[in-house]
């Protein structure tokens, strides 16, 4: 076991540099599957979910080094059947993608049920949905999904919610599949159209990734390519929000800035100044900070996987907040360890009234799940004392070296080993 253990006070100065987004870099590895050959994908974040992808494709007959700047060398070709019976597939939620990328490639594929934060009932039903639409059959049988079909033939998929998730899975389903296929209101997520991006660069045909329609011309097959992800727009997100509550002055490099937009605009909200560069932002916080409505939405809205850093903020800004978690059910439950830092939230369903209180003090919490983790280290970064967090592999699920990216912001931040 390990822990986190912050001295609070420090004002954050300096230079960061972002690392690959996590949540492109997961599918993207997935793609490698459809791909049957060599591919090499840069700027992946050194990250444990990165470390599980790659174990499971090694695991399937895949051949994959990984080094230490975050770049993967794969070949998929000896890959002849996408069973994931592993157990790593629990540990995470995108295990999933094994299924849309054995089901284009083999016409099947299973995978235990995958696992990730427990933030809410997480159901699959989309994803599912577009399987069938396809012409697959599913089927949960003692926490496995199964899935096959003899041929995969486009279609038009209307998904009843918008979900991250089930555009990828269907998106990769569909790039092999007969014809053409339509999801209608798709998510826009900017790592939609990261996944989009290298499976055209596979040789696919997908057009209208960003916008809420997706059309996907099926090819006949795909080949090896190289390819760097996205930069990681909540890690970013989650830097800014730590410049912001310390009273900080820090340069954020290895950004998209439009990714940030709602997350800037919110900031500026707030009093924080935030510049836009090409590929880089500073973020400098003066005066004490004003509390604002923050209301989480799919893209590009403000991200629900930011709304526990911002709650932070809010907590020991001016005034009274209202935060409304409009993606998950259950993403409230890290109030109860805010709480012991002395915030004053009350939650009420899916939404947080939060009353500003002068400074957090530190105390002994837990990282629930990954964006509850990282945000108690932002509240740890501005609390008064000592801050101690336990259950840190949860963060390290996420973040790539983070204490020592705090540490270069003069951050006082140890890990210790129980
Ligand atoms: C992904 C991200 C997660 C982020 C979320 C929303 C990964 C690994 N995780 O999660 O960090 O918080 O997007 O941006 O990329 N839903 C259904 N049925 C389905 C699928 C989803 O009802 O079949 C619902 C979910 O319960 C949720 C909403 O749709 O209320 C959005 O979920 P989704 O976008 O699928 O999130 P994930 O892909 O699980």
Request: aromatic share 6%.
């Amino acid at each position: 076991m390990e822990k986190l253990v912050i001295e609070g006070g420090a004002r954050l100065k300096g230079k960061v540099d972002v690392s690959g987004f996590k949540n492109a870099a997961l599918p993207i590895i997935a793609t490698t599957i459809l791909a049957g050959d060599k591919c090499t994908v840069e700027n992946l974040p050194l990250i444990r979910d990165v470390f599980y992808y790659r174990d499971i494709l090694e695991q399937l007959g895949a051949k994959a080094t990984l080094d230490d700047k975050g770049t993967m060398r794969v070949d998929t070709t000896g890959i002849d059947n996408c069973i994931v019976e592993n157990e790593l597939a629990q540990k995470f939620r995108a295990s999933y993608y094994t299924l849309g990328a054995g089901l284009g490639r083999f016409g099947k594929a299973e995978v235990m049920y995958p696992g990730g934060c427990n933030i809410g009932s997480r159901p699959i039903d989309q994803h599912i949905k577009g399987f069938e639409a396809l012409g697959a059959t599913v089927e949960i049988d003692h926490g496995i999904i199964k899935c096959e079909a003899d041929r995969l033939i486009g279609n038009k998929i209307y998904l009843d919610v918008v979900s991250v998730g089930a555009t990828i899975n269907i998106m990769l389903a569909a790039v092999l599949a007969e014809g053409k296929t339509t999801i209608e209101n798709a998510a826009k997520e900017p790592h939609i159209v990261d996944v989009a991006n290298i499976l055209n660069a596979m040789g696919a045909n997908i057009r209208g990734a960003g916008t809420d329609v997706i059309k996907i011309n099926g090819v006949n097959g795909l080949h090896g390519c190289t390819y760097s992800v996205i930069p990681d727009q909540i890690e970013a997100g989650t830097y800014m929000m730590a410049a912001a509550i310390t009273g900080g002055d820090i340069i954020i490099n290895n950004v998209i800035p439009t990714h940030l937009e709602s997350v800037t605009a919110k900031l500026r909200e707030m009093n924080v100044e935030v510049e836009e560069y090409g590929d880089s932002i500073r973020v400098t916080a003066d005066d004490r900070l004003k509390g604002v409505n923050v209301k989480t939405l799919t893209y590009p809205g403000f991200p629900t996987d930011l709304q526990q850093p911002m709650s932070v903020l809010l907590s020991s800004a001016e005034g009274t907040s209202i935060v409304t978690e409009s993606i998950f059910d259950g993403r409230f439950k890290y109030v109860d360890e805010l709480k012991r830092m002395g915030a004053n939230i009350k939650v009420d369903g899916r939404t947080a009234v939060i009353k500003g209180i002068e400074r957090l003090s530190g105390a002994r919490v837990s990282a629930l799940d990954l964006r509850s983790g990282a945000a108690m280290v932002v509240a740890g970064l501005s609390a008064d004392g000592i801050t101690e967090i336990d259950n840190v592999y949860h963060i390290d699920r996420g973040y790539a070296n983070l204490e020592n990216k705090l540490l270069n912001l003069g951050a006082k931040i140890t890990r210790v080993k129980e």
